[in-house]
């Protein structure tokens, strides 16, 4: 079956625009998650949609904002960029049960913010 | 919030060394899971604990969760170089929603 798709792969973005990311999740997984990773800090948790309701919340600014839609594929979307949003955002899909086996990443969309 | 430490956050070994990384939460987990992230790749899903005192193996890897269920740890045997890159794990206390630790990276010099 078909991974788990992010797009773009990549993006360069300046300082105060706004941004778009996606993810098409496992056909057949309703919960998808997003994660920020930075170098030395690890995968924070900025948000989780399940059935295209947002269920849980890490601690990100409100500049920070996601939606999924009722085929589950879901966007993040950053305000008003600052330099230190340059990071890999990482999606990850899930059956999103109390039975749920392990996430499955995307690949990521690199993001560079100048 | 929920908070999964894990140590230590480098570890060099010569190849044929074991390895060991640990993950410690402030609460009680209901579920924990591990993960590897090759250099350049995304983290990828190599098992889930569920149980109190649950050993499981897949090869050179063993992996426990603490009796208590607030620890855990990750054991590679005679390490080689396929083996390098960061080890995560996640916790969660609902089953549905995971946090992940900080990560161990490993370097495994040939």
């Known amino acids: 079956k078909a991974g788990v798709t992010q797009t773009p792969r990549y993006l360069i973005k300046t300082r105060g625009q706004q941004v778009t990311l996606s993810c098409s999740p496992i056909?057949?997984?309703?919960?998808v998650s997003w994660y920020q990773q930075t170098p030395g800090q690890g995968l924070q948790f900025l948000f989780e949609?399940?059935?295209?309701?947002?269920?849980n919340k890490g601690n990100f600014p409100g500049r920070f904002s996601g939606r999924q839609f009722s085929n589950s594929r879901s966007e993040m979307n950053v305000s008003t960029l600052e330099l230190g949003d340059s990071a890999l955002y990482l999606c990850?899909?899930?059956?999103?049960?109390?039975?749920?086996?392990?996430?499955?990443f995307g690949s990521g969309t690199r993001l560079t913010v100048v | 919030g929920q908070q999964v430490m894990q140590i230590p956050q480098y570890q060099h070994v010569q190849e044929g060394e074991d390895f060991t990384t640990y993950c410690n939460s402030s609460?009680?987990?209901?579920?924990i899971q591990w993960y590897k992230q090759r250099p350049g790749g995304h983290p990828v899903f190599l098992i889930q604990?569920?149980?109190?005192?649950e050993v499981k193996k897949q090869k050179r890897l063993t992996f426990q969760f603490g009796e208590a269920k607030k620890n855990s740890s990750l054991h590679i045997t005679a390490t080689q170089t396929t083996d390098v890159g960061t080890y995560f794990c996640?916790?969660?206390?609902?089953?549905?929603?995971?946090?992940f630790g900080t990560g161990t990276s490993l370097t495994v010099i040939p």
């Open positions: 604990l569920v149980k109190s005192g």
């Open positions: 990850a899909s899930s059956l999103g049960t109390q039975q749920m086996d392990g996430y499955t």
């Open positions: 996640a916790g969660s206390r609902t089953g549905n929603q995971f946090y």
């Open positions: 949609y399940f059935s295209e309701t947002q269920r």
């Open positions: 609460t009680t987990l209901s579920n």
């Open positions: 056909s057949g997984h309703r919960s």
